[in-house]
C-alpha cells in the first residue's frame, strides 16, 4: 500500500510538471522574457510594434520603421499592429502583448508613474527616440458655418477611437477653452471614420491628433472644402500651464489644400518605447537600424524629416532603455 501511494505520488508530480512546461509553451516566454516576443524555427525573433489607427500617422510611420528594420537586423522581424494609439498601447505593453509602441510623451509620463488615466504605474516601460510631433486638428468643412470652439456647443464632434490620446486631450481642451463637454455630441471613433463622418454629413467636427500633413485630412480636402479652426493664445496658454508636455504649434498655410492662413495649435512629441525585459543587443539593433537608415525613414511620410539623431534621446520622461542609451552614447549625442 505504501509503495502504491509513492508510485501516485510520483505520478502525479509527473503531471503537474508537464502541466507547467506546455503553461510556459503556451506564454510563449519563459526566465523573465517577454510575451510580446517569439521565436520562429529558424531562431528569428518575432516583435509586435503597437501603432495607431490606420487614419493617423502612427500607423504608416510605425509600418515603415518596422520594414526598415526588418530590412537591416538579421534574425528580427517586426510586425506593426494597428490600434487605438497611445493609451491602449500601454495597456498591451503592460499585458505582455507588444514589446514595442509608439506613444505620446504625456501619456508615458502619466503610465510611468501611475497618475490620470492609469490607476497604477507600468514601471517596465522604457524609451528608444523622441520622434516627430503630434499636431492637434480641428477639422471641419467649410459650408458648416462652425467657426470656433464655442461653436462646438449642440454639434457632433469625432474626438478620437476609444482608448486614444484624442479623446484625453479633447477633454483638456474642452476645459481649457471652457466649453461644457455634456451639451457636445462626443462621438468615440477613430480618424479615418470620423473623416468620413464629415463627407457623409454624420460628424460635423473631427479632432484629428497626428503629424502634418495628415492623410484622412487630405482626401477630405481633395472634394471639399474643409476648414480647420485655431485654438485661442488665451486657451493655448490655459492648457499648456497645466500640462506642459504641450507646446504651441503652427500649421502653415497650403499644408492642406484650400487652407489660406496659418492655423494656431499645439502638439506633443511621439517617442518610441519598449519594454525593460527586451534584451539591450536587440533594442541597441533596432536603434542603429532606425537612425542609420533615417533618409528611408524621410520619404514614407512628411512628419518623419523632423526625427533627427541629434534630438532623439532628448525629452524623455522615464528611463531610456540601456541598449539605446548606448547608441546614443557611442554617437555622442548623449553624455
Do not use: C
Request: proline fraction near 3%.
Amino acid at each position: 500500500m505504501k509503495r502504491g501511494n509513492e508510485k501516485m505520488k510520483r505520478k502525479s508530480f509527473a503531471v503537474l510538471v508537464s502541466l507547467a512546461m506546455v503553461t510556459l509553451l503556451l506564454q510563449g516566454y519563459g526566465g523573465g522574457k517577454s510575451e510580446a516576443t517569439a521565436a520562429t524555427s529558424d531562431g528569428t525573433k518575432q516583435i509586435s510594434l503597437a501603432t495607431g489607427s490606420t487614419g493617423g500617422t502612427y500607423y504608416p510611420l510605425g509600418g515603415a520603421m518596422a520594414q526598415i528594420i526588418n530590412n537591416k537586423v538579421q534574425g528580427v522581424q517586426v510586425t506593426a499592429e494597428a490600434t487605438g494609439a497611445s493609451v491602449e498601447n500601454v495597456k498591451l505593453m503592460e499585458k505582455g502583448d507588444v514589446a514595442l509602441a509608439i506613444l505620446q510623451s504625456g501619456i508615458a509620463s502619466n503610465a510611468y508613474t501611475g497618475t490620470e488615466m492609469f490607476k497604477k504605474k507600468v514601471e517596465k516601460l522604457r524609451g528608444i527616440a523622441t520622434l516627430w510631433p503630434n499636431v492637434f486638428h480641428i477639422v471641419t468643412l467649410e459650408k458648416s458655418g462652425i467657426k470656433s470652439l464655442n461653436d462646438l456647443v449642440g454639434k457632433r464632434v469625432a474626438v478620437g477611437g476609444p482608448g486614444s490620446v484624442t479623446v484625453f486631450t479633447a477633454k483638456l481642451l474642452f476645459k481649457a477653452a471652457g466649453v461644457d463637454e455634456s451639451k457636445i455630441g462626443v462621438k468615440m471613433i477613430s480618424f479615418a471614420e470620423g473623416a468620413t463622418g464629415l463627407q457623409d454629413g454624420t460628424i460635423d467636427v473631427a479632432f484629428i491628433d497626428a503629424g502634418i500633413p495628415n492623410s484622412s485630412i487630405m482626401n477630405i480636402a481633395a472634394t471639399n472644402k474643409v476648414s480647420l479652426l485655431g485654438v485661442p493664445a488665451t486657451v493655448l496658454d490655459k492648457l499648456i500651464a497645466e500640462h506642459p508636455e504641450y507646446s504651441k504649434v503652427d500649421i502653415p498655410t497650403g499644408t492642406y489644400k484650400g487652407q489660406t492662413n496659418v492655423v494656431n495649435s499645439f502638439a506633443v512629441q511621439n517617442q518610441l518605447y519598449t519594454v525593460s525585459d527586451l534584451p539591450n543587443d536587440i533594442v541597441y539593433k533596432i536603434t542603429a537600424a532606425l537612425f542609420d537608415n533615417l533618409q528611408e525613414l524621410y520619404i514614407t511620410h512628411a512628419s518623419a524629416r523632423v526625427i533627427k539623431l541629434e534630438s532623439a534621446a532628448k525629452g524623455f520622461p522615464l528611463p531610456l532603455h540601456p541598449g539605446a542609451e548606448k547608441y546614443f552614447r557611442e554617437k555622442g549625442v548623449l553624455r
